[in-house]
């Protein structure tokens, strides 16, 4: 069965250093892969996609993300955090199988501290 | 104004009593989507529907109903609620007119309370 998993339930991190947040999928076939991010309060919004192609995908706000099919991964990194990152931050896939219907993983807060 | 807004944005209501979560779109979507968020849990989906007569139920769907009133609308009910319902409760949509990914659009939620 498709799963997703954030193996990571919390990432405290100062701010200007980098980050990574660990995603890793289960699929038997072609997968779509997506990171959203949710500020407090907010719903959430689509931070990036990777669809087909290049397998490094760049989002908004300098994160990006590398698929990588062998490790069944889609991690996400950012070279320089800022307080403003501060967020939860959720995986998700998708794929025929579901009938592209989005599975998310449990998510990660990314704590960005001074 | 949001391409998806969800009503009430915030509820606490009492165990037994009915609830009705609206969701309107302005997006012109076909797909819409009721998922329910819990802390370490992520998103789990409740229902989808991919158009106005086709209503799927999603992996948490027992003690939860919905209507689609229209290709705009999508409420959820909860006929008889009770605490473990308590929330936060997102609508989304989606698109099939730039291919089916399954990418989701959200409302910014609506948290439920059951006293």
């Known amino acids: 069965a498709q799963s997703v998993t954030q193996l990571d339930s919390q990432v405290p991190v100062f701010e200007e250093a980098p980050v990574e947040l660990r995603c890793n999928y289960s699929?038997?076939?072609?997968?779509?892969l997506f990171w959203y991010v949710q500020y407090p309060n907010q719903g959430l919004q689509l931070l990036l996609k990777?669809?087909?192609?290049?397998?490094l995908v760049k989002g908004i706000n300098g994160f990006e993300a590398e698929f990588n099919k062998s490790q069944t991964s889609f991690h996400l990194r950012k070279p320089s955090v800022h307080i403003s990152d501060t967020a939860e931050y959720f995986c998700?896939?998708?794929?025929?199988?579901?009938?592209?219907?989005?599975?998310f993983g449990s998510g990660t807060r990314l704590l960005v501290r001074p | 104004d949001a391409d998806v807004t969800q009503t009430p944005r915030n509820r606490i209501t009492k165990t037994g009593k009915r609830i009705m979560l609206e969701c309107s779109q302005t997006?012109?979507?076909?797909?819409m989507y009721w998922y329910r968020q819990d802390p370490g849990l992520g998103l789990r989906l409740i229902y989808y529907?991919?158009?106005?007569?086709?209503?799927n139920k999603g992996e948490i769907s027992d003690g939860y109903s919905v209507s689609r009133q229209a290709q705009a609308k999508f409420s959820l009910s909860l006929e008889s609620a009770i605490p473990n319902q308590t929330a936060l409760y997102f609508c989304?949509?989606?698109?099939?007119?730039?291919?089916?990914?399954?990418?989701?659009?959200f409302g910014e939620g609506s948290r439920l309370t059951v006293l």
């Open positions: 990777y669809l087909s192609g290049s397998t």
């Open positions: 989304a949509t989606s698109d099939l007119t730039q291919g089916d990914t399954g990418e989701l659009f």
């Open positions: 997006k012109g979507h076909d797909r």
């Open positions: 529907s991919f158009d106005v007569k086709d209503i």
């Open positions: 699929s038997s076939v072609s997968v779509y």
């Open positions: 998700a896939v998708s794929d025929m199988d579901s009938s592209y219907k989005l599975i």
